[in-house]
């Protein structure tokens, strides 16, 4: 308990520029309940998440990635490691201090978690009436606020009369209130269309670089790590399978977790009737379906014609896209092959020219 005072000045001056948060050999279990053992949730997380940046955490249903936002604002406490914010030991905290620290830490969530019998003025508002900020100032902050996240006109409607991308535009709004340095987002756009998804994740984006707030960021949907994040962190089973900037991480993906997250992503970019052929194993004389990275501007062909040269493998173009990821423009076909063993040998010659290749299904 002493040494709180002493210890976070020291780690403040360590590590306070480049890296607002850092997690260091974090251990979380959570207390055996009843019957039940302790659950092991994360096990030895080492991350930083540098200052200005936004970073993408994906993992399945039970990954740890809820666990892992919520020792930031000191909601849990690690069982083993630190979490330091802004240089600070969040897990030391209590009181005053833990509260001035979670002041300067916003949250935004799946389910908005707005209050029903306040205006959204009024929800925007709550953050700042909690800090004891003068009236005139409040009403200046929130509507200020209100003009960023597009609501101005329906500051006196109450949530229920907003739609799902309304209310989260309080939820971003409320969350900024205090002028956090950190945007802490659990499954935002979770229960959002993908239209709404996508007009929330480029309000996040502009936050992010006119207020220059760095963005911690789960979720479960590849599209939105794409969309949003300078760099990736895929959780599985409570542990790191793999860290990258994000054009990396999304074209040459290492981990099988993340791959079958690309190939979900990729799945339901399938025209619909080839998506709805889709099966999971390659019936006898059927055709592999895969998604093919290149990481040049052109999807540049000239590997698959070389390829098709080599292996004698047929390579029908389904689809062909160039896109840019974090200003780096990269091509992705969707193809067609013969299935059986020349599919295997196909992935493994073009990653052998640096192209990732994915097999989404298998169709008759
Ligand atoms: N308060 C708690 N008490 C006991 N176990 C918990 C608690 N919260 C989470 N867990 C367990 O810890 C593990 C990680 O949970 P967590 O909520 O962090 O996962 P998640 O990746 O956010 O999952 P989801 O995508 O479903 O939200 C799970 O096994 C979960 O059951
Ligand atoms: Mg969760």
């Known amino acids: 308990m002493t040494s709180r005072a002493t210890t976070a000045p020291q780690n403040r001056h360590a590590v306070a520029s480049a890296d607002i948060v ?113 009236k005139a100032t409040l009403a200046k902050r929130v509507n200020a606020l209100l003009e960023l996240v597009g609501l101005a006109d329906k500051r006196d409607r109450y949530p229920s009369e907003l739609s799902g991308g309304q209310k989260q535009r309080v939820g971003i ?95 339901r970019q399938l025209p619909d009737d080839l998506r709805a052929k889709l099966q999971a194993s390659a019936p006898p004389g059927g055709k592999a379906i895969v998604r093919i990275v290149f990481r040049t501007a052109s999807a540049d062909d000239a590997v698959l014609s070389k390829l098709a040269r080599d292996l004698g493998v047929d390579v029908n173009i389904i689809s062909a896209t160039v896109d840019t990821l974090a200003g780096k423009p990269f091509g992705w076909f969707i193809a067609s092959l013969d299935g059986g063993k020349q599919v295997d040998d196909t992935v493994a010659y073009l990653a052998r020219y640096g192209v990732n290749a994915e097999v989404l299904g298998y169709v008759a």
């Open 22 to 134: 850092v997690f260091d050999h974090v251990h979380k279990a959570y207390a055996a309940r009843g019957s039940a053992g302790a659950v092991a949730a994360l096990h030895d997380i080492s991350l930083s998440v540098r200052t200005g940046s936004v970073m993408g955490v994906i993992g399945r249903s039970g990954a740890g990635k809820s666990t892992l936002i919520r020792l930031v604002n000191g909601l849990e406490t690690p069982t083993g490691g630190r979490v330091l914010f802004d240089g600070v030991d969040v897990g030391t905290l209590a009181g005053g201090a833990l509260r001035q620290t979670q002041r300067q830490i916003g949250m935004i969530f799946q389910h908005f978690n707005l209050l029903s019998s306040r205006t959204v003025f009024e929800n925007v508002a709550l953050p700042l009436e909690i800090a004891g900020t003068a």
């Open 173 to 267: 709004a409320r969350a900024l209130a205090t002028e956090p340095k950190l945007l802490l987002s659990d499954e935002a756009t979770s229960a959002l269309d993908p239209e709404t998804t996508r007009s929330i994740l480029d309000l996040l984006k502009t936050v992010n670089r006119e207020l220059g707030l760095t963005i911690l960021l789960i979720t479960h949907e590849m599209s939105v790590v794409r969309a949003i994040a300078d760099e990736v962190v895929v959780l599985d089973g409570g542990r790191v399978a793999e860290h990258g900037n994000a054009y990396d991480v999304f074209t040459q993906p290492q981990h099988a977790v993340t791959r079958s997250f690309f190939a979900n992503d990729a799945g």
